[in-house]
């Protein structure tokens, strides 16, 4: 399995006023790392490592070098500011080659189903990501599921998708995940008549006999 390697030091100057602006003006961010029945760890990390870690992909392994102590983790959560987008913290959680743990893959869709063409089906993606249980070393860091087999009367569902081997599913197998949908055409619009006699007295009708030949005004008061 692929491992990118990262350096961290510990954090210091907890609580201290402007101890986080000396961190992001060196371009590190804070984070910690916990799990493993260890105590939890702060950190800091340099922005330039966790750009590498994103851009191996989703459960990539991590081995963090703090002060010469190696540690296999995975990123948990990657906040990110709210207006410059830029990453703030960061959470590591200890792992174990030897043991199994629950993680969310991402769902990538390929082909395109013949109905799309055939009758303007829409592609509906329900469900984007899907949970799993497998060892360290099993973790996908993302699955393909090819639609091009897929009909309008036959959708996708979770345990319909095909793992990589020594994955297992955690999602709900009946959990739909992709299905075609036809867009409703508008339905013409039907014009709604009153009642004649409900109808206010018009200059076209004001003064008209009917068969009887009553006037329609008198009649409407009979």
């Known amino acids: 399995m692929e491992k990118v390697t990262i350096s961290a030091a510990a954090r210091e100057g907890i609580g201290v006023k402007g101890a986080l602006s000396k961190i992001r003006a060196e371009k590190k961010i804070p984070a910690i790392i916990y799990g493993g029945h260890k105590e939890p760890v702060s950190v800091t990390v340099s922005v330039k490592d966790l750009d590498k870690i994103v851009k191996a992909g989703k459960n990539t392994l991590v081995e963090v070098d703090l002060a010469g102590a190696k540690e296999l983790v995975l990123v948990k959560e990657i906040q990110y500011h709210a207006v410059t987008d830029n990453p703030i913290h960061a959470d590591f959680q200890r792992v174990s080659m030897k043991d199994k743990m629950d993680v969310v893959v991402p769902l990538k869709l390929e082909g395109t189903p013949a109905d799309v063409a055939n009758y303007g089906a829409i592609i509906e993606h329900i469900l984007r990501e899907i949970e799993v249980r497998a060892l360290v070393s099993a973790i996908p860091h993302e699955i393909v599921l090819d639609i091009t087999p897929m009909t309008i009367n036959k959708g996708i569902l979770a345990g319909d998708i095909k793992l990589p081997e020594g994955v297992e599913l955690v999602t709900d197998a009946e ?48």
Do not use: M, R
């Open 175 to 222: 959990a739909p995940v992709v299905h075609l949908a036809i867009p409703k055409e508008d339905a013409p619009a039907t014009p709604v008549v009153a009642d004649a006699a409900a109808q206010p007295e018009s200059s076209s009708t004001k003064g008209k006999k009917d068969e009887d030949g009553n006037l329609a005004k008198d009649a409407a008061k009979k």
